[in-house]
T-cell receptor
Framework: AQSVTQLGSHVSVSEGALVLLRCNYSSSVPPYLFWYVQYPNQGLQLLLKYTSAATLVKGINGFEAEFKKSETSFHLTKPSAHMSDAAEYFCAVSDTGTYKYIFGTGTRLKVLA | DAGITQSPRHKVTETGTPVTLRCHQTENHRYMYWYRQDPGHGLRLIHYSYGVKDTDKGEVSDGYSVSRSKTEDFLLTLESATSSQTSVYFC????????????FGPGTRLLVL
């Protein structure tokens, strides 16, 4: 069965510092992987997704993620945090033939001035 | 944002009463989903639909039923609300399986007293 683990339910970084949010997946077949962002009192918005075309995926707002099969990871990074990046971030996994996403439990990012 | 609306956006109800939440889309997407979001659990799939009158259970379907009589509408019903169903409910839509992006509505905040 598929599963997703997000290490760290809360992450704090200083403004201008590197953002690293971790996601590890468990899947028996090549997965599709997604990162979503949720701002307070809003729905989820897609940041980026991996669909096997390229291992380094660039998304919106300067975020990117690298698919590493050997490490079963899909960590989200941004070189320089901005105050507007404060939000909750969710990693999700899907695979061919299924309608379903499996979501991680989320990481709340706090950006310190 | 994808054309997804949810109604009501907020609801307070009492234990034992029936509650229906509505999801409406203007994108003509085939697949629709209902999730609930709870702290520490991320998003969990309640039910989903793969076409008009075609629905199936997700991982947390007990106590919930759904109906889809038109492409654009997906209803979630709590037959007899319980306090454990206090949550934020999100509707999502997609145009296919696997790698297809799911687009989320703004959510409905439900409080069961």
């Amino acid at each position: 069965a598929q599963s997703v683990t997000q290490l760290g339910s809360h992450v704090s970084v200083s403004e201008g510092a590197l953002v690293l949010l971790r996601c590890n997946y468990s899947s028996s077949v090549p997965p599709y992987l997604f990162w979503y962002v949720q701002y307070p009192n809003q729905g989820l918005q897609l940041l980026l997704k991996y669909t096997s075309a390229a291992t380094l995926v660039k998304g919106i707002n300067g975020f990117e993620a690298e698919f590493k099969k050997s490490e079963t990871s899909f960590h989200l990074t941004k070189p320089s945090a901005h105050m507007s990046d404060a939000a909750e971030y969710f990693c999700a996994v899907s695979d061919t033939g299924t309608y379903k996403y499996i979501f991680g439990t989320g990481t709340r990012l706090k950006v310190l001035a | 944002d994808a054309g997804i609306t949810q109604s009501p956006r907020h609801k307070v109800t009492e234990t034992g009463t029936p509650v229906t939440l509505r999801c409406h889309q203007t994108e003509n997407h085939r697949y629709m989903y209902w999730y609930r979001q709870d702290p520490g659990h991320g998003l969990r799939l309640i039910h989903y639909s793969y076409g008009v009158k075609d629905t199936d259970k997700g991982e947390v379907s007990d106590g919930y039923s759904v109906s889809r009589s038109k492409t654009e509408d997906f209803l979630l019903t709590l037959e007899s609300a319980t306090s454990s169903q206090t949550s934020v409910y999100f509707c999502a839509i997609s145009d296919g399986k696997g790698q297809e992006t799911q687009y989320f509505g703004p959510g409905t905040r439900l409080l069961v007293l």
